[in-house]
């Protein structure tokens, strides 16, 4: 029997803690993975999203405490639009879905890699990745 979500509520700060300061949204995450992300002002963390199977780097968008609830709880990439100010589920609109296998947090509690089944192009514009334009490296120093 499934066991519903609680109520959402803020995240209670620790006023001795010196992470990021919990953020304005509210959000089901619970409170023992939330006091280890550390926010931007904005209350949001990088997540670095890679295809499960070959390690490629699809791309990179920015979760909210709540975002990332929905994330582990639904399996689906869940991100916090910056422009729109709204969640969205990759793939809702697109098609493209990414369905989540693991997340890890970073040592610093400020990133999260998200390693997904990716269902079609994870970019915007169509390409799989959204690292597809090069940029020249001219340094000469060699790696010893």
């Not at 066991?3 to 001795?16: L, Q, R």
């Not at 975002?67 to 910056?82: C, D, E, F, P």
Request: proline share 8%.
């Amino acid at each position: 029997m499934p066991v519903p979500d609680p109520p959402v509520t803020g995240v209670p700060s620790d006023p001795n803690e010196l992470a990021a300061p919990a953020p304005a949204r509210p959000s089901r995450l619970d409170p023992a993975i939330a006091a280890q992300l550390r926010r931007t002002a904005d209350g949001l963390v990088a997540a670095v999203v890679r295809a499960h199977d070959s390690g490629e780097v699809l791309m990179v968008a920015w979760m909210d405490d709540e975002a990332l609830h929905r994330t582990l709880t639904t399996g689906r990439a869940t991100y916090w639009s910056r422009s729109r100010r709204e969640y969205w589920v990759k793939g809702a609109t697109s098609g493209h879905h990414q369905y989540v296998r693991s997340v890890a947090l970073d040592c610093d509690g400020d990133a999260l890699l998200v390693s997904v089944d990716q269902v079609g192009a994870a970019c915007h514009t169509g390409h799989r990745t959204c690292f597809f334009t090069e940029l020249p490296v001219t340094g000469t120093e060699a790696h010893q």
